[in-house]
């Protein structure tokens, strides 16, 4: 079944549109909070709070929330070592796909100052589904004959998530300490292999955008046999680089299998099959509402949609001066 613009950017419920299925949706996870702190940092499945332990002298758990007791050193440090230990708890319980993909990279949880409270390792963070941030890039070229060519990636079989999916040109996570525009000079020129002056000279920011996705997985799978959907609040800071015909960008790592510069037409159709990975396909709609491939002429849903790339997102996040 072919998906729309609007089915790809309309995934978690709003409570101002659908406060039934909003609170339906809700009562299958725990509010994942710290002692103190006054803010939701993110939401824990059920099934995974009642799969494991949680030692009483770092957790408290009611019926709507889980949240970390403040150690007396009120460190970001101590925090991210209580995390951990779930973590590792997590992995003896069965939920082994955290150490499948365990890359010792981790993601900062912000507090409501925009300070960092405490840190998750990356392939357990849509456990705790906490606010995750990322650089996307979107390459293109221009001519009077073809309009605009966009370079689109095929990522590796071997990749951990969304293997053989297609993607941006460049794009990565925002770990911690990284800021938005190093992040993506990096992964531009070791996924894509363009030069770095003509990344430099050329790339020029555009904007973020802000969205909460769910995603069924296996790694929520609980000890009942029951599969809860993830959640995966995101901010995607974008970029875009026009590039000369002869400019031609080529797999470096094994991040990639290979480029191809597509038509409008053709890209429209992969997001129409969704073959896209889900935070690559949103970035792409946003290219497509900029550069007026989409318009409240060629789609209903066309405000809609806007808002929903640019959703307020109820957990506190990083600011960056871009």
Not at 202 to 227: P, W
Request: proline residues 6%.
């Amino acid at each position: 079944m072919s998906k729309t613009l609007f089915d790809i950017v309309s995934d978690f419920p709003y409570h101002e549109e659908e406060p039934v299925r909003f609170a339906e949706t809700l009562k299958s996870y725990h509010a994942f909070k710290v002692q103190g702190i006054d803010a939701t940092l993110g939401y824990i499945p059920n099934t995974l709070v009642q799969s494991i332990t949680w030692p009483k002298d770092h957790w408290m758990i009611d019926s709507a929330a889980i949240s970390l007791i403040n150690p007396p050193d009120n460190a970001a440090s101590t925090r991210t070592r209580i995390i951990h230990d779930a973590l590792n708890r997590m992995i003896e319980t069965g939920y082994t796909n955290i150490l499948k993909g365990w890359r010792n990279e981790r993601f900062p949880v912000y507090g409501p100052g925009g300070d960092v409270i405490l840190e998750i390792e990356r392939s357990a963070s849509a456990l705790f589904g906490i606010v995750t941030s990322g650089v996307q890039m979107l390459c293109y070229v221009k001519d009077a004959k073809d309009g605009i060519r966009l370079w689109i990636a095929k990522r590796s079989m071997q990749k951990q998530t969304y293997p053989g999916m297609l993607d941006c040109t460049a794009a990565g996570a925002l770990s911690v300490g990284e800021s938005p525009r190093s992040a993506m000079i990096l992964e531009a020129t070791e996924e894509a292999s363009i030069g770095r002056e003509v990344i430099e000279s050329g790339m020029r920011y555009v904007g973020a955008i802000s969205y909460f996705h769910m995603k069924e997985s296996s790694i929520a799978l609980g000890t009942d046999g029951v599969s809860t959907a993830v959640l995966l609040p995101e901010v995607e800071y974008l970029y875009e680089l026009q590039l000369d015909e002869g400019v031609v960008p080529r797999p470096k790592d094994s991040e990639v299998e290979d480029f191809r510069l597509w038509n409008m037409d053709q890209v429209l159709d992969a997001l129409g099959r969704g073959v896209f990975k889900p935070n690559s396909a949103v970035v792409v709609i946003d290219f497509f509402i900029r550069h007026g491939v989409i318009s409240p002429e060629t789609e209903p849903m066309y405000e809609e949609i806007i808002r929903r790339l640019h959703r307020r997102l109820p957990f506190p996040t990083a600011v960056w001066s871009i």
